[in-house]
């Protein structure tokens, strides 16, 4: 556990504890609860400029955060020190959640809603002001490079909104949103793109032949880690049972 250390006289020290939120990796979240759940890549075409930022050097935004509403304000403030381009999940034990879209400059926040359920998928984001922004760049792309909206490199952009909307399809299923139901939207082999948990065929397209290594989920009441990864082309993880990680919890 890091502290702060405070002369008090030559021969004495004081062990003083530090401000909220320096312990960013208490298991499954930092010391107030607060954790990344999961990301997702989403790369965007002709995405603007970050060189102006400099140097690029990650704000720890759990070291300060003692809430979700906390993480907003900071993740809004260092945006463009944090600058990678995703789309993830945070939430605290309170319950409260947020899908973070992120490009290189700009940033969009989705709450989660009455039913207690959030979700997101790499390539696509959902908030008004980014799914604008991706759309826009991907007109501009096309553009740019003499293509139609048909052209192959819209298919994986659609690709990504379908498994989105089927991702949120499985979030919803009546199986009481512990670990049967995180295991069934985990191992879900839908027709190709919709699928959760991909082997790389056969009934992909062949521009992606993508295939799922590593499963994993947080607890974050209990303070518990879960996760199965795959053994190349032996077994994927939904073929594996869970390995499960119990650290203390800070707040029993």
Known sequence: MDKFLKPVYPEKMVVIKPRTGYITDYGVYNEKGVASCCGNSCSVWLDEPIEDTWPVNDVPLLRFAANINELI??????TLHNWGRASQIWADRSGDAIVVEKSFRRIGIRR????????CTEGH????EMNAYIRQKRLEYLAKMGKHLGADDMKYATDCAVRFTNLGHLCHLPLGKGLKHISRVLSDHSTFP?????????????YDNSVTQISFFKNLTTNTAYSREWIPWKKFPCERPWSVVQYPSLHS
């Open 73 to 78: 304000v900071l993740y809004t403030r260092y």
């Open 194 to 206: 919709r699928a959760v948990c991909r082997h790389g065929g056969p009934d992909t397209d062949p």
């Open 125 to 128: 984001w959902e908030s008004p």
């Open 112 to 119: 989660i809603g009455k039913d207690g359920v959030l979700w």
